[in-house]
């Protein structure tokens, strides 16, 4: 099963191909599949943010796909920088100027606890969606600490350390990081759907009658949107001939495409499903 990835980011990417690569899943980017959109995040919550982007790239590609919304939460700030965590003070400034910014708004607050927040959604063209929420408590402190990491993560002290986010090791940060959270919740998640998926398993077939030989423009395009249109998992092309074979599925439910067929060739293919396709 392929998935698309909203983000062109490179570490995410690889981060993601590495936590789903156990559960046979390929993983692709929006790059790959040359989708060139962009989604306005109007949504209120990150997870709102997330689903947006997430059905948007479904859409596009007619494939899974995944995507994910994060921000700093301050509590003395009543909950800024939040959904506007990377354009906090101008779209323009750098890492380091923001975070300066943001001290420079808390200056002598005495409350200072603030969290990270990421949501990550998995939007499927059958309209189901899975989500996965991450948070990592901790205060803002009074000056940029450390040089690892990104975006607040210089001023951010996670509950039980002594040392910013950007003085951390990456093994350290991903086990209490509101990401790594995220994406551990979101692994098991998707795993145990795709289990269930599998054990209530009921394949949609398509029986295309033409000549392929050579392929018809006309007969490749009525393929593709045959394959869109009606969600099918298989389409199977035949040669036109004698009426439907009297093993033909004939009780499988919508969208099936029904016609004619040669009986030696639907005994081909059968057999061919029943030795390649898991069902």
Known sequence: MKFVLATANPGKVKEMQ???SNLGVDVVTRDDMEIDIDVAETGTTFLENATLKA???????????????????????????????????RELLTSTERCEYLLKNMKNMEQRQAK?????????PNEDILSA???????????????SGFGYDPVFLPNGYDKTMAELTIEEKNKISHRGKALISFTKILKAYLTSQK??????????????????????SAAKIAIKE???????????GTPPHKDLPTETPPP????????NAFSDVKKAIVSDIEI
């Not at 948007?56 to 920088?81: K, N, Q, R």
């Not at 990592?136 to 600490?145: P, S, V």
């Not at 029986?207 to 050579?214: D, H, K, Q, V």
């Not at 099936?256 to 009986?263: D, N, V």
């Open 18 to 20: 590495e936590l789903l």
């Open 55 to 89: 059905v948007a790239i479904m859409e596009a590609s007619g494939e899974p796909a995944i995507a994910d919304d994060s921000g700093l939460v301050v509590d003395a700030l009543a909950g800024d920088p939040g959904l506007y965590s990377s354009s906090y003070g």
């Open 116 to 124: 990270f927040v990421c949501n990550i959604v998995c939007a499927f």
């Open 133 to 147: 929420t991450g948070e990592c408590y901790g205060t803002i402190t009074t000056e940029l600490k450390g040089t």
């Open 199 to 220: 054990e209530n398993r009921k394949m949609r077939i398509g029986i295309f009658g033409g000549a392929f030989n050579p392929p018809h423009i006309g007969h490749v």
């Open 230 to 240: 009606q969600k099918l998992d298989l389409l199977i092309v035949i040669p036109t």
């Open 256 to 263: 099936y495409i029904r016609f004619t067929m040669t009986e």
